[in-house]
Structures are given as structure tokens and as C-alpha cells.
């Protein structure tokens, strides 16, 4: 049997763990020593929680033994290089814990804008602020910033030891510094949100504490800079998409496909609220529309068709092809391949997919789409493939379910 | 306090030339201003003057020189100021007062702390 103090510690560092090293952070000014306090506070709590029982706050338990444990790390480094570190990291940590003077009032975001500093390299500071403050592991990571593990593990290393090396100082920045950083920051929410809404693998369709954490700092962040036009378009985009959320699974936590999906479950003030918000976006930029604004454009038209099959394919289609020819991703071109094969047909967008990288998401899309061509006997073998690479629980019950329809259907 | 080297990447040209007199008085300014965090300084002649050397093989093989500067670039290496700073951030603030960084660039680098 499980010991119940390992499970509430695990639990801990699940939900509340970004926000121990933020406040860490805060604290002492150096993300290494920050990380590694954290990881020494969480051992001691697997040695102490199961003779003293689960302390009543566990979270302030961590907190507070990770500051002794970060208070410790700087002695014995002071012994071993006094000059090295300077005792202003020390006096830091004996100054209260009262935020500094700054127009960004909430805590996580505020260290999302100290993480996204200009000496890093744009997706250096949101791979860097998703990993370390919005609680990613490398893999989801990657996943979000569309990189392999392995790269993102080695990127991570580079980045730390630039901080290090460079001294690149954790301070938060001041209210003129904002609009440089806020690119960044929008890249670190909307990958946040991505990640809960689209996760890798795991028991469910959707993380929905990462869905509302993701949309409440978008909505922080309009708020702050309301004039605005990228957080503005962030926020309309998460407002879309969340809005249609709800109606993305059953009762069972099963997927329901948009053509199946009861439509008055959407929420109509989301989506009157994300179109408005995408509209006054659009009027504060130029000609060209940025990656949010037309991802958000793609979302308002599917939220404002009547049905599935009252679907203006065509626009998705032309809305796609400008999303990709100002930010190409492997994402939107499977995603476009779909509409396409709603558009034109099924041969069109297996035509549309040809360019696509394959993946087990590319191979669910292949499957249907062979599917409705009349190739079951393809169909079952493009499933296989689908549900041989890393998938959601629910997305595998469905694929196995749709290959043993077709299986049916091809006569084996 | 950690140190920085900032290189200057400027139009490569020849300092003693009367012409730049007025440029070369702004980083003279640049220096009085900053004396207490600048630790070493030097301007480079023209790259014209640049000769790279390499070694055949390893350590002791013939020594061959050429001509001219180790990259060919729009902009030179034009001089470099080694500056004492607490971090990057105060690094930086010290970089952006270089003329060369509104005339050119300034690549700020971390020195490695010898131990």
C-alpha cells in the first residue's frame, strides 16, 4: 500500500510545485539554486511526512524548508568561493516576502516576464519560463515548442548555463521594460493553454487546471497592456477555444468529435466576448494578421457556424493557408489538411496531407480519411500506426474503436 | 562582480584618420565616464593591418600566416572594453553607452573567472 503522506506530497508538487519555485525565484534571485532547493525541500518531506505526518499547510512546509535548504547551499558555496557570490543573494532572503513595486500584481505572471529576459533568445525564454515556472516537463516542453525531448534536454542545459555563466539576473523588469517582453509572454500563455487543451499523452482529453490557469493569465495580461493588440488576440484565441471546450467530451471523459458535438454547450458569452476582443485585435494591427489573431479567426468561424455541416469549409481553408504561409507549423498543416478534406473532399485531403510530417495524430487523420475514401483495409492499418505512438486515453478508446468498426466494414 | 568583455563591431575604419576625430573623442568620453567599471580598453587599427596565423597539424608544425582578418564581415572588430559588472543587466547598461552600439554593435561576453 501506498503511504497517504506520499501521495498528498506528490500531490503537492503536482498542482502547487510551479508556484513554490516562483516564489523561490523571488526569493533568492537564481533559478538553478531555486530548483535545487525545491528538489532537496521535497526530499526531506519524503524522509519527515511519513514519522511526523503531512504538516497542516503543506505547500508553506515546502516553501519554507527549500528557503533553509537554498540558505544552506549559499554557505557552503560562500565557504568554498567567498567572492564568487555575494551577499546581496543572502540579504535577499532575509528581506520579507513582500513582492516588489510593480504594475504586475500576480505573482506567476510577473515571473513569467522576469523569465522572458531579452539576452535569451525568443524560444529560449518561453521554453525556459514553461519548463521552470508554468511546471512543464521537458517532454510536454517539446512537445508545445514542437521540438524532440532530446533537443529541448540540451536547449534547457544551454539556456541554464548562459543564466549562470552570463549572470544573467532574475529582477523583475521595470513597467517600460513590459512591451519588449511581452511577445514572449504571450508565447509562454498560449503554449501553456495548448498544452492542457492538446496534452501528449495521459488519462484525459484535456487538462483543465492548465486550460483555466492559461486563460486566467491571458486574461491578466489583457488587463495590464489593454491597448494591446497580441494579448488581445491571445486572449480572444483561449476564449474560442475554451468556449467550445465543455462539449469536446462525454460523460464517459470520451472524445466527441466537432461534427458530433452538441452545440448549445458551447458558451455563447466566450465566444460574443472572444469575437469582440478579436475584432478591436484586428483593428490595432496592420495588414497582416499575426498567428494568434488568425488561429482566433479560425476558432470565431468555427464557433459561428450553425452546424457542422453549415461550416464555411472554404474560409478555414483560406484562414489556414495565411497561418501558415506567416508561422508554418506542423499543427496547423494537419489541421488545414482536415478542413480541406471537409471542403474538397476526401482525396483532397489526403492530397493536403502528403506534405504533413506523420505522427500518431497525422495517422488518426490518415485513418479517417482513408476511411471515407472506402479504403477500410488502409483505414485499419493507418490506426495501428496511430495507436503504436503516444496518444491520449480517451483519443486510444476512440481510434480502437473506429479500427474495429472498420475492420468490420473492410470484411476480415 | 563578475567581468565582460565588449567587443565593438563598427565600419572598419582607421582611427588616426583626422575625419573621425569627433567619433574617436566620444568613446574617450565613453572611457572618463565609466572609468570605475572599465578594467582594460583598446582600439584596434583597420583590419588591413590583420594578420591571422595558424599551425599545421599540432604544436610545432610550420606556421602559416595570411593576410587580412579571420572573418570578412560588413562590420570589424574594431576595439574592445574589458568592464567589471555585478551582472549581465549592469553589463548591458555600461555596453549601451559604447558609441559603437548605436554606430554599429557591442557583443557583450561573460569572462571565464580564472580560479
Redesign the interface.
Known amino acids: 500500500m501506498v503511504d497517504p503522506s506520499r501521495t498528498r506530497l506528490s500531490e503537492t508538487v503536482r498542482i502547487e510545485g510551479a508556484r513554490i519555485l516562483a516564489t523561490l525565484v523571488r526569493t533568492v534571485g537564481d533559478l538553478q539554486l531555486a530548483e535545487d532547493a525545491v528538489q532537496e525541500a521535497v526530499l526531506a518531506a519524503l524522509r519527515e511526512w511519513p514519522r511526523a505526518g503531512v504538516p497542516p499547510q503543506p505547500r508553506a512546509w515546502l516553501t519554507l524548508t527549500a528557503k533553509r535548504k537554498a540558505i544552506d547551499m549559499l554557505r557552503r558555496e560562500g565557504a568554498r568561493a567567498a567572492k564568487e557570490r555575494e551577499g546581496a543573494d543572502l540579504m535577499e532572503l532575509s528581506t520579507p516576502d513582500t513582492p516588489p513595486d510593480s504594475v504586475v500584481r500576480d505573482d506567476q505572471l510577473r515571473l513569467i516576464f522576469t523569465c522572458c529576459h531579452p539576452a535569451l533568445a525568443p524560444d529560449a525564454r518561453v521554453a525556459l519560463a514553461l519548463r521552470t515556472l508554468c511546471g512543464l516537463s521537458v517532454a510536454q516542453t517539446a512537445a508545445v515548442l514542437l521540438t524532440g525531448e532530446a533537443a529541448m534536454a540540451k536547449r534547457l542545459t544551454r539556456i541554464r548555463q548562459k543564466i549562470t555563466v552570463s549572470r544573467i539576473p532574475y529582477r523583475v523588469p521595470a513597467d517600460a521594460e513590459l512591451p519588449s517582453r511581452l511577445a514572449a509572454v504571450c508565447a509562454v500563455v498560449h503554449a501553456l493553454y495548448t498544452s492542457g487543451h492538446a496534452p501528449l499523452d495521459g488519462p484525459a482529453l484535456v487538462d483543465v487546471d492548465v486550460c483555466g490557469e492559461a486563460l486566467r493569465l491571458a486574461r491578466l495580461l489583457h488587463d495590464l497592456l489593454p491597448d494591446e493588440p497580441l494579448p488581445a488576440a491571445v486572449l480572444a484565441l483561449l476564449l474560442l477555444t475554451e468556449a467550445r471546450r465543455p462539449a469536446r467530451v462525454d460523460a464517459a471523459g470520451d472524445v466527441v468529435l466537432l461534427a458530433d458535438q452538441d452545440r448549445g454547450r458551447w458558451d455563447a458569452a466566450w465566444i460574443a466576448e472572444g469575437r469582440a476582443l478579436l475584432d478591436a485585435s484586428l483593428r490595432r494591427t496592420g495588414a497582416v494578421a499575426d498567428p494568434y489573431q488568425l488561429q482566433a479567426a479560425i476558432a470565431a468561424e468555427h464557433a459561428a457556424a450553425p452546424s457542422y455541416a453549415g461550416t464555411d469549409w472554404a474560409e478555414i481553408v483560406r484562414l489556414y493557408d495565411l497561418l501558415l504561409s506567416v508561422a508554418p507549423s506542423p499543427t496547423a498543416a494537419l489541421s488545414r489538411a482536415v478542413a480541406v478534406a471537409e471542403a474538397l473532399g476526401p482525396v483532397a485531403g489526403l492530397d493536403a496531407l502528403r506534405a504533413v510530417p506523420p505522427g500518431p495524430r497525422w495517422h488518426a487523420v490518415h485513418a479517417e480519411l482513408l476511411a471515407r475514401s472506402g479504403r477500410y483495409r488502409d483505414a485499419v492499418d493507418a490506426a495501428t500506426e496511430a495507436l503504436a505512438g503516444e496518444l491520449t486515453e480517451p483519443e486510444r478508446r476512440y481510434q480502437r474503436r473506429r479500427r474495429s468498426e472498420w475492420e468490420e466494414l473492410a470484411g476480415s | 562582480?563578475?567581468q565582460y568583455l565588449a567587443l565593438t563591431y563598427t565600419a572598419d575604419i582607421d582611427w588616426f584618420d583626422p575625419r573621425y576625430a569627433a567619433e574617436l573623442a566620444e568613446y574617450q568620453q565613453f572611457g572618463r565616464d565609466h572609468k570605475d567599471s572599465i578594467r582594460a580598453a583598446a582600439v584596434l587599427h583597420p583590419t588591413s593591418t590583420a594578420t591571422v596565423v595558424r599551425v599545421v597539424g599540432a604544436r610545432g608544425g610550420d606556421v602559416v600566416t595570411t593576410d587580412g582578418p579571420y572573418a570578412e564581415t560588413k562590420e570589424a572588430l574594431t576595439g574592445y572594453y574589458l568592464i567589471e559588472a555585478?551582472?549581465?543587466?549592469e553589463a548591458?547598461a555600461v555596453a549601451a553607452q559604447i558609441p559603437a552600439a548605436w554606430g554599429g554593435a557591442v557583443e557583450v561576453r561573460?569572462v571565464?573567472?580564472a580560479?
Open positions: 562582480m563578475a555585478a551582472d549581465l543587466d548591458v561573460p571565464l573567472a580560479n
